[in-house]
């Protein structure tokens, strides 16, 4: 009888993005109405939609063998689960989210010194009275539910907020002073399951495949037909860092060449390749690239 490993996945701003990155690895998944189980088309699998906050703490526990969360809130909960991969992406942008500590615009706080007696709302209370203790400075650090932009300066005197591009504290009239903790999504497991063999190689079989479907994003491969006596400068036009897979064909004078290569690089390149020599240029979609 197989072993069933309880998965949770992050619900939320990260939902969405968590489930396109499972399709992608060749996992069909879909969110039930007003259901807390995704169903996912591997019977091995259960999942568990938990918001990203809380994942560390259930799967410490044991309620869950493993889930996908931001490290931020691994440390925030000081949740003792293990790291078995990091996942970098987001709900936005490929790029780590970033904890920054803001102010008004206008505001006399220019470094952490400034933070002494001051009031902060964050929802990562523990991070900040963290930093905050790293920093000598001690504050007044409260919890925020939500809409913590707004809250300077009637409400607090600074923020310490998750951004990923900046825009929405721009709009709030709002400035950067400093980082606070940057972080990715994790692929996170009860110690106690990370431990047990099967469960262990079911989830690195998954970590592989999501990777995997990570690493081919943007990516597209290229095949073409050239002549053995133009070989030489058809692979003068692909990047330098590329490494070709150069056959032959069942016509000794030609040889078929293909590589994979950055999407948006593509349009430029095809034109330089037909006139290179290329012929029968085929440009086809890659969904996972495994090392």
């Given at each position: 009888?197989?072993?069933?490993l309880?998965?949770?996945?992050?619900?939320?701003?990260l939902?969405?993005?968590?489930?396109?990155?499972?399709?992608?690895?060749?996992y069909?998944?879909?969110?039930?109405?007003?259901?807390?189980?995704?169903?996912?088309?591997?019977?091995?699998?259960?999942?568990?939609?938990?918001?990203?906050?809380?994942?560390?703490?259930?799967?410490?526990?044991?309620?869950?063998?493993?889930?996908?969360?931001?490290?931020?809130?691994?440390?925030?909960?000081?949740?003792?689960?293990?790291?078995?991969a990091?996942?970098?992406?987001s709900?936005?942008?490929?790029?780590?989210?970033?904890?920054v500590?803001?102010?008004?615009?206008?505001?006399?706080?220019?470094?952490?010194?400034?933070?002494?007696?001051?009031?902060?709302?964050?929802?990562?209370?523990?991070?900040?009275?963290?930093?905050?203790?790293?920093?000598?400075?001690?504050?007044?650090?409260?919890?925020?539910?939500?809409?913590?932009?707004?809250?300077?300066?009637?409400?607090?005197?600074?923020?310490?907020?998750?951004?990923?591009?900046?825009?929405?504290?721009?709009?709030?009239?709002?400035?950067?002073?400093?980082?606070?903790?940057?972080?990715?999504?994790?692929?996170?497991?009860?110690?106690?399951a990370?431990?047990?063999p099967?469960?262990?190689?079911?989830?690195?079989?998954?970590?592989?495949?999501?990777?995997?479907?990570?690493?081919?994003?943007?990516?597209?491969?290229?095949?073409?037909?050239?002549?053995?006596?133009?070989?030489?400068?058809?692979?003068?036009?692909?990047?330098?860092?590329?490494?070709?897979?150069?056959?032959?064909?069942?016509?000794?004078?030609?040889?078929?060449?293909?590589?994979?290569?950055?999407?948006?690089?593509?349009?430029?390149?095809?034109?330089?390749?037909?006139?290179?020599?290329?012929?029968?240029?085929?440009?086809?979609?890659?969904?996972?690239?495994?090392?």
């Open positions: 009888m197989s072993t069933v309880k998965l949770g996945l992050p619900a939320g701003s939902q969405e993005a968590t489930a396109d990155l499972f399709r992608k690895a060749g069909k998944i879909t969110f039930p109405s007003r259901s807390y189980y995704p169903t996912i088309d591997d019977p091995e699998l259960h999942c568990t939609l938990i918001r990203a906050q809380e994942m560390g703490r259930y799967v410490a526990d044991g309620s869950l063998d493993c889930g996908l969360t931001g490290h931020d809130w691994i440390v925030e909960s000081d949740a003792q689960v293990v790291e078995l990091e996942l970098v992406f709900k936005v942008s490929r790029r780590p989210v970033r904890w500590l803001a102010v008004p615009n206008d505001s006399p706080i220019k470094e952490p010194k400034d933070l002494q007696g001051k009031r902060i709302a964050t929802e990562v209370v523990n991070i900040t009275r963290k930093w905050l203790a790293g920093h000598g400075v001690t504050a007044n650090v409260e919890f925020s539910w939500g809409a913590t932009e707004v809250k300077p300066p009637k409400l607090a005197d600074a923020i310490v907020e998750v951004t990923e591009t900046g825009s929405s504290l721009r709009a709030n009239n709002l400035r950067i002073v400093c980082d606070i903790l940057t972080s990715t999504t994790r692929f996170v497991a009860n110690p106690a990370a431990a047990d099967v469960k262990r190689q079911k989830m690195d079989d998954l970590i592989l495949m999501l990777q995997g479907a990570m690493a081919a994003e943007g990516k597209v491969g290229l095949m073409m037909n050239v002549r053995k006596v133009d070989v030489a400068r058809v692979l003068a036009v692909l990047p330098a860092l590329q490494k070709p897979t150069i056959s032959g064909l069942s016509d000794p004078d030609w040889a078929d060449v293909l590589t994979i290569l950055d999407e948006d690089t593509v349009r430029h390149l095809i034109p330089r390749l037909k006139a290179a020599g290329a012929r029968g240029i085929v440009e086809f979609p890659i969904t996972k690239i495994i090392d």
